[in-house]
């Protein structure tokens, strides 16, 4: 469920212009009129969801109905972890905020919160009680009422303290809860696509387990490329939109896409050149044998090919978003959406699970085009002389890299499997490093980006 953009995508716009055409106090009770709403919502679903989690995992994971004692823990860990769904939207509510007053570190520090409270089960509470699945469900229910709890703290330290007050639908509420669906959609169509990838994975045994690890991997580069510069995006387009600042939003949305691709295309071939030895190196032990890292490498191979497209999904559409125009980029994730399924179906009985992998890159290359054409003929995208200089180069860096990265694999091959134990690890970062310095030095030769202005934009960031 793609909860980061529940309001997000409709409430950032609507915040960062009250803020800059009305005042704090205005926008601080527009924020309080959602908060309350937006609790009750979340409230009525979540009991809801209580009620009818097992017709959820049977809609959800149809192929564990053949598995009685897999299909009823997957009922009893989706009503533990579910509550999560209310304290992670607060969060994504609390970090709009937050974001539009130009306050980015906290919000970016709740996944770092969430993990550690994941790990800290797995290392120190598993061991002691065993039940590993309850444990970690209930884990992710606790993660989520501490980054609530500490984005709020963080919130009334910055002065924007927010109170309860009765639920109403006031206009602002209303314009607010008419963009939120559409954006919600549009805005998580990548967890759309990997959830209906899951229905149609949980017919092939052990498939659902080899997209999550993949996906797990594809995500990192996702979300801290992507999904950070769609952040930082958002609340600047709006700001700059509501200003009448056309030529600064293009500028902003040049320097996104610029660093985004710089970011995400080495991300994608490294994953494409090296999905089996990453696997290996960081799954295979236990119960995770040589197959399982064949099957999830392929998989691996097959979500690189769309990570670029995701990444400028998510700088694309903050354009959209900032005007107020979450219908647009629903519309073009719905298509997005049928090719996915399309494709699914249509190779899963030819090539099995990867099909799933590759449809939803294909559609999210799809997507990608259809938003790129569609600002661009309305005037909302258009290449400034910067970029159309340095994204050839930023292709061609990334051509030198690869060779790079294949090179050193072949060198590494010995080290580069999980046999090797700690060894492999260090042998894969530091290929890793290797890669991202060569790819460092090409880029400041061929003048894709200079080192100086990425430093400057890393302290701006």
């Not at 994730?333 to 294909?362: D, E, M, Q, R």
Request: with cysteine; charged share 10%; net charge positive.
């Amino acid at each position: 469920f793609p909860y980061t953009t529940l309001f997000r995508s409709a409430f950032v716009p609507l915040f960062a212009g009250s803020l800059a055409r009305d005042g704090e106090a205005a926008a601080r009770r527009f924020a309080e009129e959602a908060l309350s709403v937006l609790i009750l919502i979340l409230l009525l679903l979540t009991i809801a969801a209580e009620i009818c989690m097992p017709w959820l995992m049977f809609l959800m994971v149809p192929g564990f109905a053949d598995n009685p004692e897999q299909f009823d823990n997957a009922v009893l860990f989706g009503r533990i972890m579910f509550p999560y769904l209310l304290f992670v939207s607060l969060v994504a509510l609390y970090g709009g905020i937050l974001n539009s007053m130009l306050h980015f570190a906290a919000a970016a520090l709740t996944p770092v919160l969430f993990n550690g409270i994941l790990i800290i089960a797995l290392s120190l509470c598993i061991p002691v009680f065993g039940w590993p699945g309850e444990i970690l469900s209930i884990a992710v229910s606790v993660a989520g009422v501490a980054q609530f709890l500490m984005l709020a703290l963080v919130l009334n330290r910055a002065g924007m303290r927010l109170n309860l007050p009765w639920p109403r639908l006031t206009p602002k509420v209303k314009r607010l809860l008419a963009l939120t669906g559409p954006g919600a959609v549009s805005g998580g169509i990548a967890q759309i696509n990997l959830f209906i990838g899951t229905i149609i994975a949980s017919l092939h045994a052990g498939a659902v387990s080899y997209l999550y690890y993949a996906d797990r991997l594809y995500q990192l580069p996702l979300s801290v490329v992507g999904t950070a510069i769609g952040v930082a995006l958002l609340p600047d387009l709006s700001r700059r939109l509501r200003a009448g600042d056309e030529a600064g939003a293009l500028w902003s949305q040049n320097r996104a896409m610029e660093f985004g691709l710089l970011l995400s295309l080495p991300a994608a071939l490294g994953l494409l050149i090296l999905p089996l030895q990453i696997v290996d190196v960081l799954f295979t032990r236990g119960a995770f044998t040589a197959e399982d890292a064949r099957a999830t490498a392929w998989a691996v191979a097959g979500f690189a090919i769309g990570l670029p497209a995701y990444v400028l999904i998510k700088i694309l559409s903050p354009a959209f978003f900032s005007r107020e125009d979450t219908l647009t980029p629903l519309k073009y994730a719905g298509a997005g959406v049928i090719v996915n399924i399309a494709l699914s179906v249509g190779l899963f009985f030819w090539i099995g699970f990867v099909s799933i992998a590759i449809a939803t890159s294909i559609a999210a290359w799809l997507n990608t085009l259809l938003l790129w054409t569609h600002l661009a003929r309305h005037g909302h995208l258009q290449l400034d002389d910067m970029s159309a200089r340095r994204i050839p180069m930023i292709f061609l860096s990334t051509a030198g890299f690869g060779v790079m990265l294949w090179g050193g694999a072949w060198l590494l091959e010995p080290w580069l499997r999980a046999e090797a134990g700690f060894a492999g690890m260090i042998a894969l970062a530091a290929l890793v490093a290797g890669g991202v310095a060569v790819f460092a030095g090409l880029c400041h030769l061929s003048g894709a980006a200079k080192l100086g202005e990425l430093r400057v934009s890393l302290r701006r960031g």
